[in-house]
């Protein structure tokens, strides 16, 4: 009936059939980001929510803190005089 390249190609007449292959289970595996090591990473994960979200408000205060420290002090080095900006410094050069 069919040349025999054929069924050898096609896998006919194979007597012992074999089940399907057997997989492994993807595993999650967590790693180590620059600045912080595995411990601390499962240490953050594994925390309330209620107090990440209290460390994330204590971040923000201090954030802003600093920036009106910075604002304030540019504002007192601009109001003590220094050089007064010359905004046309390029005028007429191209």
Same mark, same amino acid.
């Given at each position: 009936?069919?040349?025999?390249?054929?069924?050898?190609?096609?896998? !006919?007449?194979? !007597?012992?059939?074999?089940?399907?292959?057997?997989?492994?289970?993807?595993?999650?595996v967590t790693?180590?980001?620059?600045?912080?090591?595995?411990?601390?990473?499962?240490?953050?994960?594994?925390?309330?929510?209620?107090?990440?979200?209290?460390?994330?408000?204590?971040?923000?205060?201090?954030?802003?803190?600093?920036?009106? *420290?910075?604002?304030?002090?540019? !504002? *007192?080095?601009? !109001? #003590?005089?220094?050089?007064?900006? #010359?905004?046309?410094?390029?005028?007429?050069?191209?």
């Amino acid at each position: 009936m069919w040349t025999l390249a054929w069924r050898r190609l096609n896998k !006919k007449g194979l !007597k012992d059939e074999h089940s399907r292959t057997r997989r492994r289970r993807r595993v999650k595996v967590t790693r180590a980001v620059v600045g912080l090591n595995v411990d601390e990473l499962k240490k953050r994960r594994n925390q309330r929510p209620e107090v990440r979200a209290a460390a994330r408000e204590a971040a923000l205060r201090e954030v802003k803190e600093r920036q009106k *420290a910075a604002k304030k002090a540019r !504002k *007192a080095a601009g !109001k #003590s005089g220094g050089a007064a900006k #010359s905004y046309n410094k390029n005028r007429g050069k191209r």
